[in-house]
């Protein structure tokens, strides 16, 4: 017998597993079943399962959220819940990741996930199973670097990772699964959905600037995230990774920590690369902590920002204002909270 893990619980054991696999990802064969009929439906079966497949459960949540193909199964008990799901299923829903335990594609996830979350959310899901972080931490000895950052503000996360999935194959995914439970929400989510960020923050800086004035944004044009830029310099050809790309001005927003642990070889690295950027005529927009954190100085910036893309300036409310201060407390909740315990 084998379990299915649900949505949720799929998406936790995802977020560990990318942690843990480094730069292998995830890993697994897609399950091609028409019919869930070897499906776990009890403790006893549960408790049967490896001790590799009991440790991945010990991060999928608790209880466990579980398919199986009809009522008549279902069950909920202390450490498992099930929910059914209609056969026949279709290709591209699991990937048995072995050991008797298969988890949702991290698209069949997202769109399931996308049904219950809010817009905000549900963009910083696919955000996230698109990017190369992944919001679970490991302790330093277990991965090193380059995959921990020992002094990073987002320590809950492990960096470096390969996607679990694109943009493009959401997309693909959500337009073949019209009228299914999730679909509308996660075909609105991907509209601002784009892949390439690494890190949570990056993420927070790229939703605040770009999504639209109704949702507390300020409705700015896409970047590319971290795309690779080929440079000459007086020194030579080098790859560089802007953090957020404006092609349309050749623009770089760069986000510093400006931390005070963060160490003097990390800020003199920092800025070698925004001088090679300059030289190869990237123009180069350094974003602080303190300008992220503080509202009128982020304002500022994105106002700034605005100007050197050539775009006219719109007029902001105090509704704006108002939805702009839920935006921020939505996406930077994660790293006052830590501020507030430390």
């Not at 936790?12 to 499906?39: F, H, I, P, Q, W």
């Not at 699964?177 to 990056?202: D, H, K, Q």
């Not at 957020?244 to 800020?267: F, K, M, Q």
């Not at 006219?312 to 939505?330: A, N, T």
Request: net charge positive.
């Amino acid at each position: 017998m084998k379990l299915y893990l649900a949505p949720e619980s799929s998406f936790e054991l995802m977020r560990y597993l990318r942690s843990v696999n480094g730069e292998a990802g995830l890993e697994g064969k897609e399950v091609r079943k028409k019919a869930l009929d070897d499906a776990i439906n009890t403790q006893r079966a549960l408790d049967e399962l490896d001790v590799v497949a009991q440790g991945w459960l010990d991060h999928a949540g608790s209880p466990v959220h579980a398919f199986v193909p009809n009522r008549a199964k279902g069950t909920s008990i202390k450490r498992l819940v099930t929910h059914v799901l209609a056969e026949p299923v279709p290709r591209g829903l699991f990937l048995d990741i072995g050991h008797d335990v298969c988890i949702c594609t991290p698209q069949f996830a997202f769109q399931r996930l996308a049904a219950r979350a809010d817009l905000v959310d549900a963009v910083g899901i696919g955000m996230e199973l698109c990017g190369s972080y992944s919001r679970w931490r490991l302790e330093p000895h277990v991965m090193g670097d380059p995959y921990y950052r020992e002094h990073s503000e987002t320590q809950s996360c492990t960096f470096n990772l390969p996607p679990a999935t694109s943009a493009k194959r959401l997309n693909l995914f959500v337009e073949r699964s019209a009228g299914e439970p999730g679909a509308v929400g996660a075909r609105a989510a991907l509209r601002w959905v784009a892949g390439g960020s690494a890190s949570l923050m990056e993420t927070a800086v790229y939703l605040m600037l770009c999504l639209p004035k109704r949702l507390g944004g300020y409705g700015l044009p896409k970047p590319v995230l971290n795309p690779e830029l080929t440079i000459k310099n007086p020194d030579g050809v080098k790859k560089r990774y802007p953090d957020l790309y404006w092609s349309r001005g050749s623009i770089d927003v760069e986000y510093n920590s400006d931390s005070t642990h963060s160490g003097e070889w990390a800020r003199y690295r920092d800025s070698k690369r925004e001088i090679e950027l300059t030289v190869a005529d990237v123009r180069v927009l350094p974003l602080t902590r303190a300008q992220l954190m503080n509202a009128e100085e982020f304002d500022a910036f994105a106002h700034g920002l605005r100007h050197m893309l050539g775009i006219r300036r719109r007029g902001y409310d105090l509704g704006w204002e108002f939805r702009r201060d839920e935006l921020r407390r939505k996406l930077l909740a994660s790293w006052q909270q830590r501020r507030e315990r430390a």
